[in-house]
């Protein structure tokens, strides 16, 4: 695994912001797999910023994300859909048909995770795969104890990330239970992996990912099976490692 400290989470979000902008540069056909949650919104940030300098031209590239919630329409306001449309999508030239995101209201979801999957095996794998990491070391919405064997499927989310994630709701009871994640198995497809961390919040996972084993117990320690993973991480979540 590469690793690069940076000082806080603004030089974080412009290493990662510069990994993608030189990926899409390199080929303008690019697959790009892409996160939710508070940690890459400062990359999107970054590539909004870069995008008004002419730095990368996103009109035939494509974006896989990772999950969604259950029950979530993608005009839900915390829908990803919604999370990726504000962050990333309408400030940049992508063209919505190119952009993927699983369908959380899909009446019949254990379909909907299979072609979540043919997505995945058909638009891509992703040339490049943005990574952020729970504080119990979920990625994507893999929660510890998740097989690393498995692809897009539907999970019961940690009480402890409903906790962490009801920050964007109303109250808790407004989080939903489930969601819909593209499974470790279809996450380590990905070419090329970055992984970001920021802030004391993360450091505690960040000691566990670097210097733990490979446990079903902690799935971001998964990554370790990829021969290509960068984790972008700043001094305080680096704090313990
Ligand atoms: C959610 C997302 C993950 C994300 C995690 C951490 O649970 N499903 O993809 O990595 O939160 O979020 P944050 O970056 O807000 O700490």
């Known amino acids: ?22 990926q899409v540069r390199d080929n303008p056909k690019s697959v790009l797999g892409l996160a939710t949650g508070s940690t890459p919104t400062g990359t999107y940030e970054e ?4 995008y008004s300098h002419g730095n990368a031209d996103y009109e035939n590239v ?10 979530l329409g993608g005009d839900h306001p915390q829908s990803y859909r919604t999370f990726m449309e504000e962050n990333l999508f309408r400030h940049v ?4 048909e190119n952009t993927f995101i699983p369908d ?7 379909k909907e995770c299979l072609r979540y999957e043919e997505v995945i095996e058909n638009i891509g794998p992703p040339d490049i795969q943005l990574l952020g990491i729970g504080e119990n070391g979920h990625i994507g919405f893999n929660e510890p104890g998740s097989s690393f064997d498995t692809e897009t ?9 409903r906790e962490a994630n009801a920050r964007f709701f109303d109250s808790i009871e ?8 593209m499974g470790i198995r279809s996450i380590l497809k990905s070419k090329r992996i970055v992984l970001l961390a920021s802030g004391e919040r993360k450091a505690r996972a960040i000691e566990q990912l670097l210097t733990g084993e490979i446990t079903e117990d ?21 704090q313990y490692a």
């Open 1 to 22: 695994m590469n690793i690069i400290v940076t000082e806080n989470k603004k030089e974080l979000s412009q290493k990662a912001c510069s990994i993608f902008e030189s």
């Open 47 to 50: 590539l909004i910023e870069g």
């Open 62 to 71: 494509k974006t896989i994300n990772l999950d969604e919630y259950v029950g």
């Open 93 to 96: 030239n992508i063209q919505q």
């Open 104 to 110: 959380g209201t899909a009446s019949e979801l254990q």
């Open 153 to 161: 499927h539907v999970v019961e989310l940690a009480a402890s990330t």
């Open 174 to 181: 407004d989080v939903p239970k489930q969601a819909v994640t």
């Open 218 to 238: 902690f799935p971001a320690s998964a990554l370790k099976r990829h021969d290509d993973v960068t984790l972008i991480v700043d001094k305080e979540a680096y």
